[in-house]
T-cell receptor, first 109, second 112 residues
Framework: GQNIDQPTEMTATEGAIVQINCTYQ??????LFWYQQHAGEAPTFLSY??LDGLEEKGRFSSFLSRSKGYSYLLLKELQMKDSASYLC??????????WGAGTKLIIKP | IAGITQAPTSQILAAGRRMTLRCTQDMRHNAMYWYRQDLGLGLRLIHYSNTAGTTGKGEVPDGYSVSRANTDDFPLTLASAVPSQTSVYFC???????????FGPGTRLTVL
């Protein structure tokens, strides 16, 4: 079966750095996405990785290792507005997105 | 209209009733999707359409139907609603089947 694993919840302090991990087992791989979802709102796109390595975009970075079936999202200089759920999704061999259940990130002052 | 709109925002429905959730996008995207999101579970694909005139089944299609008569609209119909269809429904679109997806604001549906 296909499976995406992420921690259910994480807590971090404002101004700090947090790493949210995602491991996957899917039938094929055609890219990995990270989305942010604030409570009661729609998911919004953060990053896309298809090759191994680190993609940096401002305070957010995403890393991929295809051989390990592993990705992480790194958030730096945390702000209160970063409190949200972070969704990992893998595009499988049928080009459909398989979604993890999401990691709820709580930022404390 | 800017982006993707969904209607209604929320709805309470009696079991056995028929319901259509509406989704419209103005980005001229070819591909559109319907997901449901339940607490503790990831987004699950119900149906999708890679281009106008074609549709396909996702992971959880039973009890739902879709149509794609034109590029902009992708309605989702529950023929006879059941309580297990209580969920938040998101419509999404993408330029192609391989590009990132943009999501509508969602419809919160409660079936009693």
């Amino acid at each position: 079966g296909q499976n995406i694993d992420q921690p259910t919840e994480m807590t971090a302090t404002e101004g700090a750095i947090v790493q949210i991990n995602c491991t996957y087992q899917t039938s094929g791989f055609n890219g990995l996405f990270w989305y942010q979802q604030h409570a009661g709102e729609a998911p919004t796109f953060l990053s896309y990785n298809v090759l191994d390595g680190l993609e940096e975009k401002g305070r957010f970075s995403s890393f991929l290792s295809r051989s390990k079936g592993y990705s992480y999202l790194l958030l730096k200089e945390l702000q209160m507005k970063d409190s949200a759920s972070y969704l990992c999704a893998v595009r499988d061999s049928n080009y459909q997105l398989i979604w993890g259940a999401g990691t709820k990130l709580i930022i404390k002052p | 209209i800017a982006g993707i709109t969904q209607a209604p925002t929320s709805q309470i429905l009696a079991a056995g009733r028929r319901m259509t959730l509406r989704c419209t996008q103005d980005m001229r995207h070819n591909a559109m999707y319907w997901y449901r999101q339940d607490l503790g579970l990831g987004l699950r694909l119900i149906h999708y359409s890679n281009t106008a005139g074609t549709t396909g089944k996702g992971e959880v299609p039973d009890g739902y139907s879709v149509s794609r008569a034109n590029t902009d609209d992708f309605p989702l119909t529950l023929a006879s609603a059941v309580p297990s269809q209580t969920s938040v429904y998101f419509c999404a679109s993408s330029d192609t089947g391989t590009s990132r997806q943009f999501f509508g604001p969602g419809t919160r549906l409660t079936v009693l």
